[in-house]
């Protein structure tokens, strides 16, 4: 009786110091995101249509000073001044012809998950379906398209396990489907992995292709799709979260190599040739990356330590060359609009 008497008290010692430190944990992570909120400058604002009546990125702000995770705009000509802030949240933001696809999540008692494609003016066009934690969104160039990525098991593709759910969409219109009833062709066959799970779509001017990353068998693969087939091929291994380039010749996403799980390398890959040219950004890069312009892509970068729920969008020559470069500070999540 009393062995089990003395293992009971260890045991509540235990659970009292777990909980102790559980506790303290929580005060000191609070504490230095009330430092780093104190310390972090306001930013410069200016006004919503002075910025879309010129080319402009959208963003989600980072700053934690002045309304954090809302949706932002910034001129392209002065990325780093006076954003338009607006009152609407996202998670994730993607924006394209003069409209804005939004992700987000209400942690409530019960977390809920949203998708809504927006005006410029955060009016409400069309809810599309969510199921799990926001993680990719894109429109595509003429806005009549919309793909949507969640995360329904695990919540990071840094882990080695993880589904997804990702979704098709026309905008004002229904659902295309999602990517797991397309067939998928590998090696020029037909397979049906039991485990495959797609991620980042980007879109092709014509409204019917578009790239993908595709993941099964422990294996992340691009893959080129086609809409009107219900279709996706495989193209090359070692690929996740494509972007495109404006002329469709050349597409960047983060590639893994020997790194260590949680770590990418940012890579161009020549569609036509196959040729896959490593990037100047030298750090790891979750996300998935927007073109400036036909030469260089943007994409956020989040600061370390006290400030680690900060983002910045930085800039880096597609080709290879030149050096990474701030753009946008306090930012994440951009899109160009022109």
């Not at 980072?62 to 002065?78: K, Q, S």
């Not at 924006?95 to 955060?122: F, I, N, P």
């Not at 098709?168 to 229904?174: A, D, E, L, P, T």
């Amino acid at each position: 009786m009393r062995s089990l008497r003395a293992r009971l008290v260890v045991l509540c010692v235990i659970c009292v110091l777990l909980v102790g430190a559980a506790v303290g944990y929580l005060i000191n992570a609070r504490n230095n995101q009330q430092r780093a909120r104190a310390a972090a400058p306001p930013v410069a604002r200016t006004s919503l249509a002075g910025v879309l009546s010129v080319p402009h990125i959208v963003f989600r702000n980072t700053n934690p000073r002045t309304r954090y995770g809302m949706v932002a705009a910034v001129p392209l000509t002065d990325p780093s001044g006076p954003r338009a802030l607006t009152d609407t949240e996202c998670d994730r933001v993607y924006a394209a012809a003069r409209k804005v696809l939004c992700l987000s999540s209400d942690a409530g008692v019960v977390t809920t998950y949203a998708a809504h494609v927006l005006t410029e003016q955060m009016a409400t066009l069309q809810a599309l379906p969510l199921t799990g934690v926001p993680s990719r969104a894109r429109l595509s160039p003429d806005g009549t398209l919309a793909a949507t990525t969640s995360f329904i098991a695990g919540d990071s593709y840094a882990g080695g396990s993880f589904s997804t759910r990702t979704v098709i969409s026309q905008v004002g219109g229904s659902k295309v489907g999602d990517l797991e009833d397309f067939t998928l062709v590998h090696d020029g066959q037909r397979i049906l992995p039991t485990d495959r799970n797609y991620w980042g779509v980007t879109f092709a001017p014509d409204d019917n292709t578009f790239f993908a990353t595709v993941k099964f068998s422990g294996q992340t693969w691009l893959v080129r799709g086609n809409i009107a087939q219900h279709r996706v091929v495989t193209l090359h291994k070692d690929a996740e979260c494509p972007s495109l380039s404006p002329d469709g010749k050349f597409v960047v996403y983060k590639q893994r190599g020997s790194l260590p799980v949680g770590q990418w390398r940012l890579v161009g890959y020549d569609v036509a040739t196959g040729k896959v040219t490593p990037l100047a950004e030298k750090r790891t890069v979750d996300d998935q990356v927007e073109w400036l312009d036909s030469s260089r892509v943007i994409y956020g970068i989040p600061r370390g330590g006290a400030q680690a729920a900060t983002d910045d969008v930085w800039e880096v020559p597609a080709d290879g060359s030149g050096i990474p470069k701030l753009l946008i500070p306090d930012a994440w999540s951009p899109a160009v609009v022109r």
